[in-house]
């Protein structure tokens, strides 16, 4: 049922943009932001340590502890030379702009790092030896529909909708803050809606903006629309055309490109001066950022709607007790 749920949540998504309530992200505090913005930068770095490190391990848990728990258990496990083609990449992802500014060290490093493993036979795991071939072809497929099971579909698809708008908004004003720019809502909402509704005939899977192909796009230079569509086009194109170079990628020159994007978007001096101001700015920010890391991330979004309601509420009740009080004393001066 996965990819009718897919298609209704794009039906849905179309709805929220149809009737503007993309526009209502801008009533999300600020806190809410970087604490969802700083847990998904954990999360990235988390998830790659075992490709940094090169570690043996089958059936990564998916839980933060239980993670790093594998982590501790499989230390000796570890590969030096996946060690030292991450950090490799890290060193030609943050340097490399001194002396080259047209290509982005990422690609620099992704070169690099697949021409040294292939010349000289390094043991290290590539995308070819974890996820196998990567397919060179799509067609069209129509999803199984049983109308009798419709109801079942329905909740996540609901969920799949909310989850994806908050996501690709949020990662959108992540962007915002990073190009000093604005984006428009409801656009998303209505381009991210077509796309789910299309994708589950070829077979796809329900999509979203993401925060960490955003911050790599912005960090290596993308400011307009045309690189969300050069990104689109070109991952079409390896796909057909270059699967058979890209499979030889190593995973531990992806895991240190991550490791810089999860550091970029980490905006940890913002997460300190918000943690010296208000105390509610505090909880919001801390709430977020736990749940996001320790729990779940829908659960983390449903939690910071609600704190961010309550804190909106809070705001406005503090505002309306200010401005009768300013009336009041312009009306005793008048007088």
């Given at each position: 049922g996965l990819l009718t749920s897919t298609a209704l949540a794009g039906f849905i998504s179309l709805g929220?943009?149809?009737?503007?309530?993309?526009?209502?992200?801008?009533?999300?505090?600020?806190?809410?932001?970087?604490?969802?913005?700083?847990?998904?930068?954990?999360?990235?770095?988390?998830?790659?340590?075992?490709?940094?490190?090169?570690?043996?391990?089958?059936?990564?848990?998916?839980?933060?502890?239980?993670?790093?728990?594998?982590?501790?258990?499989k230390?000796?496990?570890?590969?030096?030379?996946?060690?030292?083609?991450?950090?490799?990449?890290?060193?030609?992802v943050l340097f490399s702009k001194r002396y080259i500014n047209k290509i982005p060290g990422s690609i620099i490093a992704i070169i690099l790092g697949t021409t040294a493993v292939q010349f000289f036979h390094l043991p290290v795991n590539t995308i070819e030896t974890f996820f196998g071939e990567i397919p060179n072809t799509f067609h069209l497929e129509l999803p199984q529909l049983d109308?009798?099971?419709?109801?079942k579909y329905v909740q996540p698809a609901i969920t799949i909708a909310f989850l994806g708008a908050i996501e690709s908004l949020l990662s959108a004003v992540v962007a915002d803050g990073m190009i000093g720019s604005n984006h428009r809502s409801n656009t998303e909402l209505i381009a991210q809606g077509i796309a789910n509704v299309v994708t589950p005939f070829f077979g796809g899977i329900p999509a979203t903006g993401a925060i960490a192909r955003t911050a790599t796009n912005v960090k290596n230079g993308g400011r307009t629309p045309v690189a969300g569509i050069v990104h689109a086009i070109t991952l079409l194109m390896i796909m057909l055309f270059f699967g058979h170079w890209v499979k030889l990628i190593p995973m531990s020159v992806l895991a240190g490109i991550l490791i810089v994007v999860a550091y970029n978007m980490s905006e940890w001096r913002t997460f300190l001066s918000i943690l010296k101001g208000s105390v509610f700015d505090m909880i919001v920010l801390v709430s977020t950022f736990f749940l996001t890391v320790m729990v779940d991330l829908t659960i983390a979004i449903e939690v910071g709607i609600v704190l961010s309601a309550v804190l909106f509420m809070k705001r406005m009740a503090d505002l309306g007790k200010v401005i009768p009080e300013r009336i009041d004393s312009d009306v005793i001066d008048d007088y």
């Open positions: 929220f943009g149809f009737l503007k309530l993309g526009s209502l992200l801008k009533y999300f505090p600020h806190p809410l932001i970087v604490g969802f913005t700083s847990g998904i930068a954990v999360i990235i770095f988390s998830t790659q340590v075992k490709d940094a490190l090169g570690l043996d391990i089958q059936g990564l848990p998916s839980g933060f502890i239980a993670k790093w728990g594998t982590y501790f258990t230390i000796e496990t570890v590969n030096m030379n996946a060690i030292i083609i991450t950090v490799a990449t890290i060193v030609i109308l009798n099971e419709l109801g």
